[in-house]
């Protein structure tokens, strides 16, 4: 089992950047592909970013590719995500998951407290 924290988050201005963090516990960490996730008020939860467990292949939502910026290290059991050129449709609560491909791996619920993303228009 993974146990996982982000930090990070804050209030931002439009066009700005912010990186997130995600530290993860577990003996299994290194094993996992992991993704980002967020959620806005009164919307689902929605795919952002994956990185396969080697940083061989990254994935990204079509409406931050080419902004964000998904990293991982694996030594220090932590996951990044560099946002530049935030948007005011970026605001939402950020949480990291371990994921299969776009999708957070089935059966997964250890969810951390997420960090909240402002950004300001």
């Known amino acids: 089992q993974v146990q996982l924290v982000e930090s990070g988050g804050g209030l931002v201005q439009a066009g700005g950047s912010l990186r997130l963090s995600c530290a993860a516990s577990?003996?299994?960490?290194?094993?996992?592909?992991m993704g980002w996730f967020r959620q806005a008020p009164g919307k689902e939860r929605e795919f952002v970013a994956a990185?396969?467990?080697?940083?061989?292949?990254?994935y990204y939502a079509d409406r931050v590719k080419g902004r964000f910026t998904i990293s991982r290290d694996n030594a220090k059991k932590t996951i990044y995500l560099q946002m530049n050129n935030l948007k005011s449709e970026d605001t939402a609560v950020y949480y990291c998951?371990?994921?299969?491909?776009?999708?957070?791996?089935?059966?997964?619920?250890?969810w951390g407290q997420g960090t909240q993303v402002t950004v300001s228009s």
């Open positions: 577990g003996r299994t960490y290194s094993t996992y592909s």
């Open positions: 998951a371990p994921a299969t491909g776009t999708e957070v791996v089935r059966g997964f619920d250890s």
């Open positions: 990185i396969r467990w080697d940083a061989g292949r990254t």
